[in-house]
C-alpha cells in the first residue's frame, strides 16, 4: 500500500530526531572507551600500577553494563504503558547529567557512581525509540526501517571517536571529551523535546499494521498490555523469544569488547598512539554501519527465516576473523589488525542489529514491542557485563591473543545458535 506524503514526511522527520537522538547518546557512551587510556595514564602518574588501572576500567565498564543490563530489564517495558517518547527524552537527561558528574573527580568511586548512573538510565532510550518506530511503520518495513536507526549508534560512535580523537591531537584531556558529549546530547535532547511525535495517530493519521504473528496477536485490539504480568509472560512462555536473548547474550559479549577495548588493544599490543588508536577503533562502528544496511535491506526481502540465514553467515565470518586475530602480530604497521577488527565488525553488527529491533517488533507487535526489545537487549547485556572486567583480567593474564580466542568461540556457538533459529522457524 503506497503511503500518503503526508505520512511520508512526518516518517521522515521521525527517523531523523530518533537517528540523531541516539547517536547523540553514543557520544556519552564512546567517551569513556576513547578516554580509558588517558585515564590509566592519570592513574598511573597518581601511583596506580598501569595493570591495576586497567583492571580497574575493566571492573568499572562492567558494572556499567550491568546496570545498563538492569535499565534495559526495568525501564524498557515502561515505554509500552506510560509512551516511547518519555523514555527517549527521559534518557537523554539522565546521559548528560552523569557524564558532567564523571569529570567532577578523578576518584575511581565517583568514576565508578556516575558510569553506572548514566548507562543504566541511557538503557530507557534504545526502548523508547523501538516503541515510537512501531507506532510510525508497518511490519512490512520494519527491517530497513530498524537497519537505517541501528546505523544511529554506528555513526554516533564511530562520529564521536573521530571527533574525541582530533580534540585529542589538539591537546584536550579526557574531562573535555565527557563535557563535548554532555553538550551535544543537550542539543539534540532539546530538538527531541519540541518536534518528536509519539505516534502517527495523534496526528490524524492511520495506524501501521503489525506483524499478524505477534506473540499478542489474540489481544490485538488493544494499545497497552494488560499488565506487567501479562506482557513478560507473553513473551517469556515462547522458545522462539528466548533462543533470540540467548543469541543476544553472546552478540553483546563480542559488541561490547569491542566498543570498549578496540583504543586499548590498538594502544597496547599494535603500539598505536592514543588519538590513532581512538580514529582506527572508529572502523569497528564504521564498517558496522555498512553490515547494518545491507542486514536490513535483505531481512525485508528474505523474511524472518532469510535473517536467520544472514545471522548464521555473517557469525561465522566474525569468529573466523577473531581466530585470525590470535595470531595476528603485534607492532608494525598494524594493517593486518586494523582489517581483522573491520571483517568482524562487518560480520557481526548487522545480524546484532536485528535482535532488539526488527525480531523485537516482530515478537511484541503495538503492545509488548519496547518490553521486547528491553528483554532482549537486557539479557544480551548480561553476557555484555564480561566484556568490562573479565575481558580485562584475561587480556592483562594472558595477552590480548587469548582474548580473541575467547571471543571466537562464543561467536562460533552464536553462529550455531542462529542455525538452531532457522530450523525451529521453519516447524513455526
Not at 600500577?49 to 535499565?71: N, R
Not at 569529570?103 to 516503541?131: D, E, H, S
Not at 570498549?260 to 554501519?289: C, D, K, M
Amino acid at each position: 500500500m503506497t503511503e500518503s506524503p503526508k505520512l511520508v514526511r512526518y516518517q521522515i522527520a521521525t527517523v531523523a530526531l530518533l537517528f540523531l537522538g541516539y547517536a547523540g547518546y553514543y557520544f556519552c557512551r564512546s567517551d569513556l572507551s576513547v578516554a580509558i587510556p588517558l585515564i590509566i595514564d592519570e592513574l598511573g602518574k597518581h601511583g596506580m600500577d598501569v595493570k591495576a588501572a586497567t583492571v580497574s576500567m575493566g571492573s568499572l565498564v562492567s558494572f556499567g553494563v550491568l546496570a545498563y543490563a538492569a535499565g534495559k530489564l526495568t525501564l524498557g517495558g515502561v515505554a509500552d504503558f506510560l509512551g516511547g517518547k518519555r523514555n527517549f527524552l527521559g534518557g537523554m537527561i539522565g546521559a548528560i547529567l552523569f557524564t558532567v558528574l564523571f569529570t567532577i573527580t578523578g576518584a575511581l568511586p565517583v568514576f565508578t557512581l556516575a558510569w553506572i548512573g548514566n548507562r543504566y538510565l541511557q538503557a530507557a532510550g534504545w526502548a523508547g525509540l523501538v516503541k515510537v518506530t512501531s507506532r510510525w511503520f508497518s511490519y512490512s518495513s520494519y527491517g530497513a526501517v530498524m537497519g537505517v536507526m541501528s546505523l544511529s549508534f554506528l555513526v554516533g560512535d564511530a562520529v564521536a571517536r573521530q571527533l574525541m580523537g582530533l580534540m585529542i591531537q589538539h591537546g584536550a584531556a579526557w574531562r573535555q571529551l565527557f563535557w563535548f558529549a554532555a553538550a551535544v546530547l543537550c542539543v539534540l535532547l532539546v530538538a527531541n523535546a519540541l518536534f518528536l511525535r509519539e505516534s502517527r495517530t495523534a496526528l490524524g493519521l492511520p495506524e501501521p499494521e503489525v506483524n499478524p504473528v505477534n506473540l499478542f496477536c489474540a489481544d490485538r485490539n488493544r494499545d497497552k498490555p494488560r499488565s506487567v504480568a501479562a506482557l513478560l509472560g507473553t513473551l517469556l512462555r515462547s522458545p522462539l523469544f528466548l533462543l533470540v536473548c540467548a543469541l543476544s547474550l553472546g552478540c553483546t559479549l563480542v559488541r561490547e569488547t569491542f566498543n570498549t577495548w578496540t583504543p586499548t588493544y590498538f594502544h597496547q599490543f599494535v603500539g598505536f598512539n592514543e588519538a590513532r588508536s581512538a580514529s582506527a577503533s572508529a572502523l569497528f562502528p564504521a564498517i558496522g554501519a555498512v553490515s547494518v544496511l545491507l542486514a536490513g535491506w535483505l531481512s525485508d526481502r528474505l523474511g524472518e527465516r532469510g535473517r536467520s540465514v544472514l545471522m548464521f553467515i555473517g557469525l561465522l565470518g566474525s569468529a573466523l576473523a577473531l581466530f585470525a586475530l590470535t595470531v595476528a602480530p603485534g607492532g608494525g604497521s598494524g594493517v593486518l589488525a586494523v582489517v581483522l577488527v573491520s571483517v568482524v565488525a562487518l560480520g557481526l553488527l548487522g545480524p546484532y542489529s536485528y535482535l532488539a529491533g526488527a525480531m523485537a517488533m516482530d515478537f511484541g507487535g503495538k503492545q509488548g514491542g519496547a518490553a521486547s526489545s528491553g528483554l532482549i537487549d537486557g539479557i544480551g547485556y548480561l553476557g555484555g557485563a564480561l566484556a568490562g572486567d573479565s575481558m580485562a583480567r584475561i587480556a592483562t593474564a594472558f595477552g590480548w591473543q587469548k582474548a580473541f580466542l575467547v571471543l571466537g568461540v562464543v561467536c562460533l556457538l552464536s553462529s550455531a545458535s542462529a542455525g538452531v533459529l532457522f530450523f525451529a522457524q521453519k516447524k513455526v
